[in-house]
């Protein structure tokens, strides 16, 4: 139906009466949801809720879709009626489909509303000035008031907002004196020679046009030239006056020129230049007395609206103030900006339509999810929702309550009453807290306030041989947030072999941002206003094609590793330009490629617009989707903004990048005429040769858009063979990566959540895990294709586990299957096993038979358990133990994102290694926010995580234990108390019977938490078993000489040290990393420890290079007591320093380790 039709439709509604000057109508409502049996806006449900909203016999009705479609143009059968409301039901509808969420309005005469009293509205004031500081974004507001407004139902009499509110620039922050004013064009007076008396048009040059449209020079020329912004003519161009798209004067030809006569350089005539896929440039020709004029022209591509900054979840108590942003980048500029709550559109009266959405003097009601929608001409996008949380003035913003934390105990330290090796130590919910002032009008709070621990109750935990220092939390209160960093690391290499991309270049948009190094790896801080983070690999020794990857972060801080899997660049061929050229794009032997490029005789520009004449070097890669070893090489994630600006995902038939140069390979080029020749036969699925587009991928959104569409043709292959094609058509200029593509409607959600062990509880969750998933095509004997990927999508679990995208299916449930596995910092998790029971596994008979759960090793116990197949059946809402997880229907994300543990999952945990960690104040490395503020911490700073590892070598057949227990060595305030413990278990030498070693993390030395004082960590380690000190690296043991105090050792079972206040290196046998991520830290330093390398990395144990201690652990008499034998007999004894160590000669440096104890001793003294 015509748009304005629709629009004066929505305007004037369906009216039950006469003139409108005797009525008005009422605000909207929103009453239901389209759930269950339908949407029923009734007319006396409207009256209960909002009695002083109605009249007593409305006269008229509207209904509208929350999306603003009348309720008739939405094809939908409703029932519509001013006396009992309006109602659509499911059942009514066509198949398959349901009722849309509806909002009605009602037609009133005047004064017939109980709380129309007269009341009227102030001028706005001025704009206030603006928050932002020099060069940043902030907010302006404008209030004005009622003449009602010490009524409490102010709000009946005078519909709006109260204050609304602009984006605004922060000043420079630098300013430098303007040397010269601006001068303003003043309009010269209009001759009147010129005049004519038929039309109002006055000509200022020439004479006006039989239809007073416009002036005309009859012996004027305007030549033009267009060209796009790669500098290659724009063919196919139209060009019309400014006002007048309808009627082109002219087109371009395939040089991109044009030439227009009769146009009068008059300083007003003005052109439109127009171009499928390309912005509309707007010229104005130049005041000019010469009989000929010339015009160059730049298109640029025109871009659907990209969200730069979405709106920000805040915190709020009743009857203060927010405001949410909206900043979008597109050309052209957006023209609209639309806000919804909870998925209904707000009152343009209440909301404005503005960037900036202004709620004052919040209520209660006005919790929930905010969010923007902005459009251009082009399209529109909508914003990630934005969480406002309200809070009575009175009642506290942070649940005091400790949720339940357990943590691991040592090995050693069960609890006969729990009958556990667990402990409950209680941790605050890491949620945004209001606080007590009104923040300021920004679009992101300065200063956020977190739900933390305020409050904390030492204790003793009782272990069989010995005891333990714990901190838990008691009481939660809101207090500043800490400050974290989200962090992406990585390695790039090939997908074939695992070669790395060696120094390659990391793009952000068109801004480098980082390199890989020489093993491929990479490391990046995400900027704090990124929510996609969209960057683009390019090699430049040109072996791989340029990979475009969108890659999720943790948006809590900390790091998440993922490995960027890259194509290589196909041979090159040579084309001779004056000729058609194909090209076959399709990489599986003894099958027919899945399309054919076709290029068109002298389609080739040089990037100054200038035909190319010469030999082509072309190479061209195709990512073919039968190859199921290709799908983790998949570019961006798949996923296109539809018409009402929603993100959904794309089934690929296929990728290619192409790249065409010189024949010295100096210059790269462009094709203006490009056919693509998709083979019918490759897509078996009647809606998807309908659907097929071709797509363009946009570096800087990682988004694909529309290029072309395609249309059937007959073609002979051979001289009998006659196969159909779909035939679109392209030009190959800024961008060079392409997608066979169709949008698949048949979309659903898969829950997975993760864990740290094998215990699977709530508490036990592990946030930043990587959730991959791989879309198989249907089944053999399913009407589609063969089996082949369709998409490839990944995730990261937060609090309550990950949603995947994927594709399902509700009438076959074999139809789609999905591989899916979890990895954290390149570590491959276990999936649970497909024997287990459907608890344990997550999900409920019958439907878990439905989906047909596999893990890898289901066939073959030899093969590895990190992988799980499922069928991706689509849950049927008529039976209830399938609307409950782990499956939900693409329109329920909220449910899958907020479904509690109970529902269904799937689920994947870490295999528990033989490294143990404990701390006294408890700290989770995956989740930043855990970090407390004490001098008992083990990672003093929140933001700088320094790891340090000492290599053990040890002599004997068995693998040993070895704990480090970290002490307050000499400041003050901990000194004697402990931070931790860590336990490792040896790894033998293949190479060296009898021998085996291990990398031991301690704390480091340094300063604690108020950055005031050093402290040195008295640093322990003990051996299990029969053990005695054999050797100590000769330099780390000339440092700690030289570097007092000095802590004596007086048993060689054992052995005890001041922990270097210096990053030492192999030499000494102590690996010290630096590094903004905890986990990142203690990766690179264990891995240096393996190799034995102050640069180099490992994973397999090198026992001979870099250690610091060897012991021998042969076994030994009965009569000889380990330092954990002596804790049995004497768990209340501490073990003392002696002022002797071993029984040596007595020397100088004996003296000088009796004054190191002397000091040592009188620092812990005060």
Known sequence: MDRNLANAFVLFGLVCGSSQGHWLWTPWFNIDHPGGNGDYERLDAIRHYYPDKLCPTPVGVEARTTQGVPATFTGERVHLSHQHGFWCVNTEQPSGKHCSNYAVRFQCPKGSISGGA???????????????????????????????????????????????????????????????????????????????????????????????????????????????????????????????????????????????????????????????????????????????????????????????????????????????????????????????????????????????????????????????????SVGSIKSQPATLTITAWDAPSCNPRPQ????????????????????????????????????????????????????????????????????????????????????????????????????????????????????????????????????????????????????PFNRKGGSVFHEIKLVRKRPELTLDCSISNTINLGTIKNQNPIAELELLPNTFYRPSGELYRGLVKASVTFLDPRDISLASAAQSDLNFISEDGDILPLRTYGMFSLDFTDEAAQESLSAGRVRVFLDSAQVNMPEHLEQMKLWSLNPETGFWEEEGVFTFISRHRGKREERTFLVGNMEIRERRLFNLDVPENRRCYLKVRSFRSDRLTSGDQLEGVTI???????????????????????????????CVPVFCDDKQADAYSAYVMATLRGEELEAVSSSASSNVIGVQQPYLSKLQYRRSDHKDPRAKKTVFRINVAKPNDNLPEEINGPIYPYEKLRECEEAPFSAGHFQFYRVESDRYDYNTVPFTEDDPLSWTEDYLAWWPRPLVFRACYIKLKLRGNQEITVRSRNLGGTHPATVGQMYGLRDVRSIHDANLPGVSAVCLEFKCSGMLYDQERVDRTLVKVIPQGHCHVENVNSMLQEYL????????????????????????????????????????AKEIALGRCFAGSSDAVSRVMNSNVGVALTFNCEEKPASHRSVFQSLQEFPGQRPAYNP???????????????????????????
């Open 1140 to 1166: 002797r160590m071993g029984r040596g000669k007595r020397g100088r440096a004996q003296g000088v380790k009796r004054r190191g104890l002397r000091l040592f001793s009188k620092l812990r003294r005060h």
């Open 404 to 551: 339940n934390y357990q943590i691991k105990l040592p090995f050693d330290c069960y609890q006969n009453l729990s009958q556990s090796l667990y402990y409950d130590v209680g941790r605050c919910p890491t949620t945004a807290c209001a606080g007590s002032q009104q923040p300021e009008g920004l679009c992101k709070d300065t200063t956020a306030h977190c739900c933390g621990p305020v409050k904390f109750e030492d204790r003793i935990i009782s272990c069989p041989t010995y005891t333990l220092p714990i901190r838990v939390v008691t009481r939660c209160g809101c207090q500043r947030c800490i400050d974290t960093k989200a962090i992406v690391r990585g390695r790039a290499v090939a997908v074939d072999n695992g070669e790395p991309m060696r120094f390659g270049q990391i793009f952000m948009g068109r801004k480098k941002i980082s390199m890989t190094g020489y093993k491929g790896t990479f490391s990046i801080v995400v900027p704090a206003d990124i929510s996609r983070l969209v960057l683009t690999f390019v090699d430049r020794h040109q072996k791989f094609v340029n990979t475009t990857k969108v890659l």
């Open 1041 to 1080: 000489v030289n570097h007092l105090p000095l802590a004596v050792n007086n048993d060689t079972s054992e052995f005890t040290m001041l922990a270097p206040l210096d990053p030492l290196g192999h030499n000494y046998g102590i690996y010290t990393v630096t590094d903004q991520d905890p986990s990142t």
């Open 772 to 802: 991959s998933l791989i879309n198989l095509e249907p089944m053999p004997g399913f009407v589609s294709n063969p089996r082949a990927w369709g998409r490839f999508d990944s995730k990261i679990t937060g609090s309550n586990g990950a």
């Open 118 to 376: 007269s009341s009227s509205w102030s001028q706005w004031s001025e704009w206030g000035p603006c928050t932002a500081d020099c060069e940043q974004t902030g907010v302006q507001t404008r209030s004005r008031t009622c003449s009602s407004a010490r009524r409490e139902d102010w709000q009946l009499h005078c519909p709006g907002p109260l204050q609304e509110g602009r984006m605004c620039e922060g000043q420079l922050c630098t300013v430098t004196p303007s040397t010269a004013l601006r001068l303003l064009n003043v309009p010269e007076k209009i001759s009147e020679e010129h005049q004519t008396t038929e039309c109002d048009l006055h000509c200022v040059l020439g004479r006006v046009n039989a239809e007073c449209t416009h002036c005309m020079c009859e012996e004027h020329v305007l030549y033009g030239s267009v060209r796009l912004q790669d500098g290659s003519p724009a063919s196919g161009t139209f060009v019309h006056l400014q006002g007048d798209l309808d009627t082109p004067l002219t087109n371009c030809d395939h040089n991109g020129k044009f030439r227009i006569p009769g146009l009068c350089p008059d300083g007003t005539t003005a052109l439109q230049v127009t171009k499928p896929y390309y912005g509309t440039a707007v010229v104005t020709l130049e005041k000019s007395t010469s009989k000929t004029s010339y015009i160059d022209i730049k298109l640029r591509r025109s871009e659907k609206p990209f969200i730069r900054k979405q709106p920000q979840s805040k915190a709020r108590r009743e009857g203060q103030d927010v405001s949410f942003c909206c900043q979008v980048v597109c050309n052209p500029p957006a023209h609209q900006y639309l806000w919804y709550h909870n998925g209904s559109l707000l009152d343009r009266g209440r909301a404005g339509f503005g960037r900036v959405l202004v709620l004052s003097q919040l209520q209660k009601q006005q919790a929930g999810k905010y969010m923007c929608q902005a459009s251009n």
